[in-house]
C-alpha cells in the first residue's frame, strides 16, 4: 500500500506536517524543515519572502484516524513567477523612453497620496519650444532629450519622491511630506541643473529650459485639483516668458488670482 509519505516526497513543494505542540512530524525535505523554523513566525502571510526568494504559504488542518489533529504546511518556491509578475507591473506603469512612470503609473501613485496624511509639493513642469529639437535636430534627439531632462529630475529628488511623465514633454514631480515654502530651493535647483545642461546630440550642444507650475496638495482636499492648479500655474510661466516657476499656494481663489492675471 502507498504511504502518504510517497506521495509528499513526489511533491516539487516544501512541506512540514506539525502536531497541535508545533512538533513536526513530517517533513518531505531537510529544506522544508529550515524554512518552517525560519518562517514559522510569519506565516499569516500568504506570500513569504526570505533569502531573495518569495514563497507562497498554505496552512491547512488536517486529522488522521483517530482524530488526532495534524498542520498541514506548504512552501511553494513562486520566485520565478513572483519577480516576472512584479517586472511586468513595472513595465504597464513605466513610460519606456524615460523609465520614469507613465501616465497610468502616475495615476496609480496618486491613489496612495489621497490619503497622506502630509502635505505634498505638486509640480507640473514642461520643456520650452521642445518642438524645435525636434525640428532642427530629429526626433532621435528630442528623444534624447526627453530621456535626460527624465534623469536629471529623478536624480535630484528623493526616494520617496515622484516622477512621471505626463505625455509629450510634460513631466509631473511630487515631493511627499513638504510644502511650497520648503521646496522652493529644491524646484529653483531643478530649473538651473535643465538650464545649464548640455545635451550632446552628433557632437552638438542643445540647450533647453524648462517652466514650471507649482501648487500644494493639503490632507483631506482633492488632489486633481492640486494638479489642476499646478497646470494653470504652468500655463502662466509659459504665457509670461518662460524659464521660470509659477507658485500657487492650494486654495480655489489663489487658483482663480492666476486665471485672472494670464488675462490682462
Known amino acids: 500500500m502507498i504511504k502518504y509519505e510517497d506521495i509528499f516526497n513526489c511533491i516539487n513543494d516544501y512541506i512540514v506536517v506539525t502536531d497541535e505542540h ?21 506565516t499569516d502571510k500568504e506570500i513569504i519572502e526570505y533569502q531573495d526568494k518569495y514563497y507562497n504559504f498554505i496552512k491547512k ?13 506548504s512552501f ?5 513567477f513572483y519577480k516576472q509578475n512584479k517586472l511586468l507591473q513595472e513595465q504597464v506603469i513605466t513610460d519606456p523612453l524615460t523609465c520614469v512612470l507613465n501616465r497610468y503609473g502616475i ?4 491613489n496612495d497620496y489621497r490619503t497622506s496624511l ?23 534627439a528630442g528623444d534624447l532629450v526627453l530621456n535626460q531632462v527624465a534623469k536629471i529630475l529623478k536624480d535630484n529628488v528623493r526616494k520617496e ?14 515631493l511627499n511630506s513638504t510644502n511650497i515654502e520648503k521646496s522652493r530651493p529644491k524646484i529653483e535647483q531643478l530649473k538651473g541643473l535643465i538650464q545649464n545642461h548640455d545635451f550632446i546630440w552628433n557632437n552638438q550642444i542643445i540647450k533647453i529650459t524648462m517652466s514650471f507650475g507649482v501648487s500644494e496638495f493639503l490632507p483631506g482636499s482633492n488632489f486633481r485639483e492640486a494638479i489642476i492648479a499646478a497646470d494653470e500655474a504652468l500655463k502662466y510661466s509659459k504665457e509670461t516668458g518662460r524659464n521660470k516657476v509659477t507658485y500657487v499656494p492650494p486654495k480655489k481663489q ?11
Not at 512530524?25 to 529550515?34: D, L, P
Not at 511553494?76 to 520565478?80: E, K, L, P, V
Not at 495615476?107 to 496618486?110: F, K, L, S, T, Y
Not at 515622484?162 to 511630487?174: Q, T
Open 61 to 73: 488542518e488536517i486529522s488522521d484516524d483517530k482524530n488526532q489533529k495534524y498542520y498541514y504546511n
Open 22 to 42: 508545533d512538533k513536526i512530524v513530517f517533513s518531505n525535505h531537510e529544506e522544508a524543515k529550515i524554512l518552517y523554523d525560519n518562517l514559522c513566525h510569519c
Open 161 to 174: 519622491d515622484l516622477v512621471g511623465r505626463m505625455g509629450g514633454e510634460e513631466f509631473l514631480i511630487i
Open 76 to 80: 511553494q518556491d513562486i520566485t520565478n
Open 254 to 264: 489663489v487658483q482663480q488670482k492666476v486665471i485672472t492675471k494670464k488675462k490682462k
Open 107 to 110: 495615476e496609480n501613485a496618486i
Open 118 to 140: 502630509d502635505s505634498s509639493c505638486v509640480i507640473y513642469c514642461d520643456i520650452d519650444y521642445f518642438k524645435r529639437v525636434n525640428d532642427n535636430y530629429s526626433h532621435d
